[in-house]
């Protein structure tokens, strides 16, 4: 199974050899969602490229759900697909006591050298 994934306009992923990641990446982070709930709590889901799957029968984990904060601090999740991290984003912020919907639009934030497609919560 691939070790490294790229994420496609369609929001599906393609093995990449690992030249062609780096060659690809160029070291953005792709956000699918983030949200801070009230003063304490941030909720991020993200497309790592690396497959965090160790098991050879497994889907590829690709995406990371993850709380920093409050009653739930460090509490993770990871996925195979662009909707199933769309899903756990959203999963996550309720757990936390946040407020989402799913209309998603897209956003370009140079000053982090990052792409978004963001959650518009």
């Given amino acids: 199974m691939a ?3 790229k994420l496609n306009d369609d ?4 093995p990449l050899s690992f030249d ?7 070291g953005e982070v792709i956000v699918v969602g983030k949200q ?5 709590v941030k909720v991020s889901t993200v497309f ?6 160790y098991r050879e029968d497994e889907e590829p984990l690709l995406f990371e759900t993850m709380v920093f904060g409050g ?11 662009w909707e199933g991290a769309v899903n756990w984003h959203k999963d996550t912020v ?6 989402t919907n799913k209309k998603i ?8 050298n990052s792409r978004f497609d963001i959650l518009d919560l």
């Fill in 94 to 99: 309720e757990m936390c006591g946040g407020k």
């Fill in 71 to 81: 009653e739930h601090d460090q509490y993770m999740v990871r996925c195979s697909t």
């Fill in 105 to 112: 639009k897209n956003v370009k934030d140079d000053s982090i």
């Fill in 20 to 26: 062609e990641y780096f060659a690809w990446n160029k």
């Fill in 48 to 53: 790592l490229g690396l497959n965090h799957s």
């Fill in 11 to 14: 929001h599906t992923t393609s």
């Fill in 36 to 40: 801070k709930i009230g003063k304490d």
């Fill in 3 to 5: 070790s490294f994934f």
